[in-house]
């Protein structure tokens, strides 16, 4: 059993019968009335937020979370799949235990899956990837002048917006957690 005062984020508690990972907490001590823990828990069923309150040094049980390094092997339509690095065994992923990053993981990346028993529960993945822009309408010349931005298709088959002087072919930059174009890649 954990207290409020052991909140972390990414800590992973049972709240109602589910598990439930801590996205923001705060410690408030309004006026003269008792202190309490304001938390922001994400399902890690359904992704759904829930707003909650604890009383400062209540109890709480605290679900101990395994990390696996796992290879991700393809995508079959319904789940991702994942073999483990050290046992060679494969297990399909829930892209909801991926989160928004999904799209942008390409075959043979190492990931960091986060388990509870034999399930998992959520994902570690980088920060920023290089991927080939697949897909877009060619750049012109002089179109660095304007923030204007293009719809482009990378290799993983996900669609992001890009700067007019992207071509096709080119090896750019994107932010896993935003699905948002960062850079060229040299």
């Known amino acids: 059993m954990a207290t409020t005062g052991d909140f972390r984020i990414g800590m992973v508690i049972r709240f109602n019968g589910e598990l439930h ?4 907490y705060i410690h408030r001590t309004p006026g003269n009335l008792r202190a309490f823990v304001q938390v922001k828990l994400r399902s890690l069923k359904s992704g759904r937020i829930t ?8 109890e709480v049980e605290e679900v101990r979370v395994e990390q696996k390094e796992f290879q991700y092997l393809f995508h079959d339509g319904s789940s991702f799949q994942f073999m483990d690095k050290q046992s060679y065994e494969q297990m399909p992923v829930d892209e909801k235990a991926l989160g928004v990053g999904a799209k942008f993981i390409k ?3 190492t990931v960091q899956l986060q388990m509870v028993g034999m399930d998992i529960v959520g994902a570690e993945l980088p920060y920023n990837v290089e991927l080939k822009v697949t897909e877009t309408v060619p750049g012109v010349k002089g179109d ?20 007019l002087f992207i071509n096709e072919g080119d090896t750019i930059r994107v932010d896993v957690r935003t699905g948002k174009y960062l850079e060229r890649a040299n």
Request: net charge negative; glycine share 12%.
């Open 21 to 24: 990972r801590i996205e923001e």
């Open 51 to 58: 707003e909650t309150r604890y009383r400062s040094g209540e």
């Open 107 to 109: 075959e043979g990346e």
């Open 144 to 163: 660095t002048a304007t923030g204007a931005q293009k719809p482009a298709t990378l290799e993983t088959g996900a669609v992001i917006n890009v700067p």
